[in-house]
């Protein structure tokens, strides 16, 4: 079945360490994204990719890092520069060609859970 | 700037009655996108609809209604004779037109339908 895949579901960090959450889309879409989803805030986007090897800050990129060597993957890491990182991530993607039409539909993953400890 | 407001924190509802999320935007732009999203306690975002600014008719699906309303800048969600299935965070979010599909997202709203 396509769909997005975000892996590990649930994960621990140890203070100062760097971890690295794995999001992969069967669905040939060009743009992914990474969302922060804290309680009471709504989602929140960290980076986004419209295509390989290009990447672009969102509005809490600090304490993150993305890379975007193939069209399906888009991992975020979450380095110990970011001092709050217990949250929900979620990850997206939408196909490029649709731009110009009617809108495009976000589909999102499972989601990944981030504690530190 | 762009800003999506859900001011309902949490409703809670009785199963069978109907009941109302309320979206308010804000937005710049001519050409603009909005959708609600389903998050139940699982966790993933579930899509439920996209509608497009220049497309203000309101739209059914089964129990779930929408009403968009370009001059009170809202889009409204209304579910009809709620389960307890409704049960989820439900989020209302706005895109502006062009290349990046960026999301905003509302606060969402926590809906508790009870048996």
């Known amino acids: 079945d396509g769909g997005i895949t975000q892996s590990p579901k649930y994960l621990f960090r140890k203070e100062g360490q760097n971890v690295t959450l794995s999001c992969e889309q069967n669905l040939n879409h060009d743009a992914m994204y990474w969302y922060r989803q804290d309680p009471g805030q709504g989602l929140r986007l960290i980076y986004y990719?419209?295509?390989?090897?290009?990447?672009q800050k969102g509005d809490i990129a600090e304490g993150y890092s993305v890379s975007r060597e193939k069209k399906e993957s888009f991992p975020l890491t979450v380095t110990s520069a970011q001092k709050n990182p217990t949250a929900f991530y979620l990850c997206?993607?939408?196909?490029?060609?649709?731009?110009?039409?009617?809108?495009?539909?976000?589909?999102f993953g499972e989601g990944s859970w981030l504690t530190v400890v | 700037a762009q800003k999506v407001t859900q001011a309902q924190t949490e409703i809670s509802v009785v199963e069978k009655e109907d009941v109302t999320l309320d979206c308010v935007y804000e937005?710049?732009?001519?050409?603009?996108?909005l959708f609600w999203y389903k998050q139940p306690p699982s966790g993933e975002l579930v899509f439920l609809i996209r509608r497009n600014s220049f497309d203000e008719q309101n739209e059914i699906s089964g129990r779930y209604s929408w009403n968009f309303q370009k001059s009170t800048s809202s889009f409204n969600f209304t579910i009809t004779a709620s389960q307890v299935v409704d049960s989820a965070v439900y989020f209302c979010a706005l895109s502006e037109y062009g290349a990046t599909n960026k999301l905003i997202f509302g606060t969402g709203t926590l809906l508790a339908v009870q048996p």
């Open positions: 990719s419209q295509i390989v090897n290009d990447f």
């Open positions: 937005t710049r732009d001519t050409t603009y996108y």
């Open positions: 997206a993607s939408v196909a490029w060609d649709r731009i110009l039409t009617s809108g495009n539909t976000i589909y």
